[in-house]
């Protein structure tokens, strides 16, 4: 009978706090949809600021905006973190084109990949040699590729549904392109953009020289899909295509700069702390708002709306705009690198970098009992349309807090547009839909909450409710 | 033993049935996203002929264009099915404006409903009385609405996750808002634009005066949601603003105007007809790309994508692109009495016309039994992150074939920015994105492919794969 007794009494705990997590949940996406803020610090971000390179005044600016937001959220503590950033200037805009016949030229929209060297002044002109791919460059060899420009164009796989695979599948070229290819002499790389879109926006982003010594580097740019496919397809014509590039762009000296850190202490366990974070920085040719601003104000947002819903989490509730995520991932390397120094507990990490699109659900990287925990969690979500809920990457700024105890969470978007903006000039302001966002918002906050209310191993909602 | 025999040979039956579905639905997909059609059609709908209402010359040559590409597919019949459409034209371009005191006026965006009478040439001029509702009209009275225009002003509901649900929480006003008004006096009704998005478009749609005789007639305009937002903050401050509206649109003689029908034949049960489509009409403002060339390139690319892969239909597999679903849904009228007429047997009806947005699932109008089968297919789209199966409305178009034995179905997109586009001038080619149209057209096709293959009421796949 007293068992019977203690059961009921569990059960209705439960059952209830069950329903005080829907009713806060359904809160949460009312905030959100009827008074967010996050579309508004989105425009001023994108439309004040704009892009936001590492080392850029936007960046120092966008520092600033968004801790004095912050601040104007009566958040219990804001800071800023200090952390050494590389500095790449584009300079003048990049210029190429390809000769059929001396003096027969086509332009074609390239721009210079993040990390890379300058042209000399007078630009580089030479034959091309067109790779589906860096396994290929070993089989051509320095007879075939020796002075001459690599053309790395591998296109996204368009067959795989989630565009991140088509991504990882492809941005090897970008990434080591040159570092490989300078080993066979050639002058140069263009790597076809990754965009599944065929369009005439070249993608930026970064790459890396990995160990190649100085002298030895050489420069690398992207070119727009269209523009690849106009390349390829005259390339097939006539092999003796030559190639023109021009790009003044140069790494600069380490400069200052910061993380954006703002929290709610914990009520109850004050030294537990939950992270929700985007990164600051963006490539400098669009405004950056999906890329990521729009993780930013979401990741502001969350800690606004449970603000504004009442809701005082128990555990520690940081908001991390990382700085450099683009290139050189400085800024969660220094928040990692600082939380492990004052022996931080951090249980669990949540990053939106994926765009500002209907939110579809979450990737975990946690153990299996971890999983299995927020699995039970999914009804909750149902009423809301999200509904993916797997096991997989999180985000690269989170990355370096990864732990034993720790869940690493990511958002994710509808991936099908992201591709078109990724690192563009066209991932811009008008590109983010209002009420997108502001969902995207509204399901990490109702994660947030969950992982607070129920914690991660504490007491269960029942499942199938 | 024998039973055990026959247990088995039964499971290696069903087996292979559920792997050979899951390789046609992936070739379905891997030939929408590689080599689609569908992307291009549309291009032609929007960018070539542009806005079809019903009548014009536009919802013309759309009949001509769909018939020649149906014809190209090699279909084993394509033909026209002739059907008298309603032909309302917009005429010049409609004015309206506030004016605080005589002479300080602010242009406001408006269009004229559809099916509106025009206002007498020089416009019309009134005060206006804001109502959130048809409701509100009753307690006004006759005094309070008589010699004035009744502004409709209730916003959509922004917490409704699925917006459609929002739509129809307000479409009211739109629809029955001057027919209602009219009985009190009014001189005209200005409806706020059913939209979520604060922007400067008017949105049109269809009204009707009901049983109104043709002397009561009132005009009926929608306003741009940030116009509507204005007049409404501006009658705060001063209720004695004065409106003008001038419009010039009227109903014209009805026309003679097509269905566009193509089929594939049954190979083993030609008198089941499975019906595939969306409508050819649209709005006059954009070029309705979303509202519904989607929907028709993507009903007319499921019939090629099933060639394409090779796979003949046992049952009779019919694209139907319907006229005048917009002001009148006369096709979808006339083709299920001519249906009902010849004794033809739909077994199965899914019709597109929710945007060409990310596809989410499918709404079902069936029996339960039906459905419980249906939802056993669920597995075969998880991995195109198809996730919604839910009982509700198919489509205007094909709701007049309701009947007991078949199932109509609905393809469900990511609805978000629907209410962007919808009916006004931005509903345009550009906003409609390849892959997400490719991805819609695919699903459609699988489903299709599994009510064939599977049958409604055949042998059944097993659960849970």
Known sequence: MKYLYILLLLTGTTLQSQQTAEQQIRAIYDAALTQGKAYDWLNHLSNQIGGRLSGSVQAEQAVTYTRKQLEDLGLDKVWLQPVMVPKWVRGTPEFAYMEGKPGMTTNLPVCALGGSVGTPLGGIKASLVEVQGIAELEALGRDGIEGKIVFFN???????????????????????????????????????????????????????????????????????????????????????????????????????????????????????????????????????AHDDGAGCVQSMEVLRLLKTTGYRPKRTLRVVLFMNEENGLRGGHAYATEAANKGEKHVFALESDAGGFTPRGFSFDCSEEAFRQIMRWKPFFEPYLIHQFVRGGSGADIGPLKSEGIVLAGLRPDSQRYFDHHHAENDTFEHVSKRELELGAATMASLIYLVDHFGIDGPRPIKGK
Chains 1, 2 share one sequence.
């Open 154 to 288: 591998r296109p996204m796989d368009p067959t795989l549904i989630n565009t991140f695979e088509a991504y990882s599948g492809c941005v090897d070229q970008r990434y080591s392109g040159a570092a490989e290819a300078a080993k066979y002499g050639a002058v140069a790389v263009i790597v076809r953009s990754m965009n599944l879109r065929l369009d005439d926006f070249p993608h930026a982003g970064s790459m890396s020289y990995g160990e190649t010594p100085v002298a030895q580097r050489i420069p690398a740019a992207a070119i727009s899909t269209n523009g690849a496919e106009l390349l390829s397809t005259s390339l097939k014509l006539n092999p003796d295509i030559k190639f023109y590039l021009k790009q003044s762009c140069r790494q600069l000296e380490d400069v200052l700069s910061y993380n954006v850190i703002g929290e709610i202490r914990g009520s109850l366990h004050p030294d537990e702390i939950m992270l929700v974070g985007g990164h600051l920085d963006s490539w400098d040719l669009g405004d950056g």
